[in-house]
């Protein structure tokens, strides 16, 4: 007979995809947890079809996890509860984070059982640059509202990663597109499956490929970080020098005037002193 689990929260991955990819830890957790809150009890039927496995579920989702969520918490004083999404890592745009939260302030062990994530699986097929990325999750669907949000993440040197479906991928590439510039970017879809695919191009070539031709399935898209900017000209430097010139001394005009256009602090002092000396 299994050992039962020890009450607490149990985050577990599960396959994005390939069902091999579930770990036998999650596997473990799966078959021994007490009851599983799901996504869509569907879903994680065929997963524990694939395991040999039957448990308890209690459907966890968007439009009812404030109503379910003191319920789950009330029973993980005595139970063992594993929180499971359709697809990948819980909590990566879904809801779970709010469980972990209240199951934290109530005093309860959390675990979490790491696996497939399908942003961190896209950076790995996109071959762009990944010292440094941020996860945006879903774009917003109103034009204007998209448009604003891809405003705020313009100017981030860093790799975005996007989440996104079959439907709405050309009206969010158009925008990224218009919005972003000529960046590289990739869209890789059916992660782990027999098909798939990652297709790398720059935006507005990946606008145009599926502005007629939505695929199917979950999405993500990868989208590569602002060039480097241009060096300031010696005007616009002496510039802007002469204008914290009127405000500061030469020492924080320069530290104000590097901050500003990423230039030499040390050259920007020199400068600033002669120009002093010319007054």
Do not use: W
Not at 42 to 51: D, G
């Amino acid at each position: 007979m299994q050992e039962k689990l020890k009450p607490g929260l149990y985050i577990v991955a599960t396959p994005i995809g390939n069902l091999s990819d579930l770990s036998p830890r999650a596997a473990d957790m799966l078959a021994r947890a007490d009851v599983l809150a799901v996504e869509d009890s569907r879903v994680t039927s065929k997963l524990l079809q694939h395991i040999g496995a039957r448990r308890p579920m209690i459907p966890y989702h968007d439009h009812n996890a404030d109503r379910v969520r003191p319920e789950l918490i009330a029973r993980m004083a005595g139970e063992s509860v594993a929180l499971v999404s359709d697809a990948g890592t819980p909590l990566i745009s879904d809801p779970g984070y709010k469980l972990v939260r209240d199951a934290r302030a109530a005093g309860v062990p959390v675990t979490t059982i790491p696996g497939p994530c399908a942003a961190i699986a896209a950076l790995t097929l996109a071959g762009l640059p990944t010292d440094r990325f941020l996860f945006a999750g879903f774009l917003p669907s109103k034009a204007k509202a998209r448009a604003d949000a891809i405003a705020e993440l313009a100017g981030i040197r860093a790799t975005l990663v996007f989440y996104e479906s079959g439907p709405r991928l050309g009206a969010a590439l158009a925008a990224l597109a218009e919005g972003l510039g000529p960046r590289d970017a990739a869209v890789a879809r059916e992660i782990s499956k027999a098909y798939e695919e990652a297709v790398t191009a720059p935006l507005p070539d990946l606008a145009a490929r599926y502005a007629d031709a939505p695929p199917k399935g979950e999405i993500v898209i990868v989208v590569a970080p602002p060039g480097e900017p241009e060096a300031a000209g010696e005007d616009e430097v002496d510039a802007a020098l002469r204008e914290a010139l009127e405000r500061l001394p030469p020492a924080k005009a320069a530290g104000e005037v590097a901050k500003a256009l990423g230039a030499d602090r040390k050259a920007l002092y020199a400068r600033a002193m002669a120009l002093k000396d010319q007054k």
